[in-house]
């Protein structure tokens, strides 16, 4: 009877102990499920797209430092940037598709990529000073320009040029398209490359850049009076 009563005893320990382990699993799942719903009633409604693809919402408006045009951020519903293997609404940043351009003064607004049908990786907004270098890691997604880089006591320089990199959907490489901010004119200067390692105002004219292309480092001058690469040469790595 004693070893009667000893099993009984673990088995109801055991059972307990089971119970108490599936509850804790319960809890779990249902926070994990109702953080997900709370994150997705907070994603922005889709928006009309007038062709094919994603239907496309905005993931923000900012203002672009010094001149009169804020930047529309055009991204895919439900398509978001992955956070440690996680997916689903609430996770990540929306996959950019596109970048809007609207003048404050009087409205009108041009879109600066034909079609969405690829990927926005980063876009600079660059102002004409030398030695201006874009900011990275991240810092790149902000349209704004802290400041004049060459003083600490001035107003920050007004953006005048834009460069935008963009992916394909089929693979990984990018087209990168350059443009003058108060005109409107652009043009993909570099086609096909790898990726974009800096970024800089070599003059107040020109866009410097090192870029991999053909498994090579290479450096990139794009000339932004005429839209045009002026340089593009080898770095020697040995």
């Known amino acids: 009877m004693t070893n009667f009563g000893g099993g009984m005893g673990r088995l109801l320990v055991w059972g307990f102990a089971a119970l108490g382990i599936l509850a804790a699993l319960a809890v779990i799942f249902l926070a994990f499920e109702f953080a997900s719903f709370d994150a997705g009633r907070n994603d922005p409604e889709p928006i009309n797209n007038a062709g094919d693809g994603p239907a496309l919402i905005v993931s923000g408006v900012r203002p672009i430092t010094g001149t009169p045009y804020s930047e529309i951020a055009i991204g895919a519903d439900g398509q978001r940037t992955g956070g440690s293997g996680s997916s689903g609404p609430g996770y990540g940043e929306p996959i950019l598709r596109n970048i809007v351009l ?3 003064r009087d409205g009108r607004s041009r879109r600066l990529v ?125």
Do not use: C
């Not at 970024?199 to 866009?207: A, G, K, L, P, T």
């Not at 290479?218 to 932004?224: H, L, T």
């Open 102 to 104: 609207i003048d404050r």
């Open 114 to 238: 034909d079609g969405n049908d690829r990927i926005v990786r980063e876009r600079f907004y660059l102002p004409a000073v030398t030695d201006y270098r874009a900011p990275r890691n991240g810092e790149a997604y902000s349209p704004d320009i802290d400041r004049d880089p060459l003083s600490e006591d001035t107003d920050p320089a007004p953006a005048a040029y834009y460069v935008i990199r963009l992916r394909h959907q089929q693979n990984d490489a990018e087209d990168v398209l350059f443009g003058v901010l108060e005109s409107g004119e652009q043009r993909f200067v570099l086609r096909d490359i790898a990726g974009v390692e800096a970024i800089w105002m070599q003059s107040e004219n020109v866009i410097a850049l090192i870029v991999r292309k053909n498994n090579m480092l290479r450096y990139v001058g794009v000339d932004m009076t005429d839209l045009r690469m002026v340089a593009d040469r080898p770095i020697a790595l040995n």
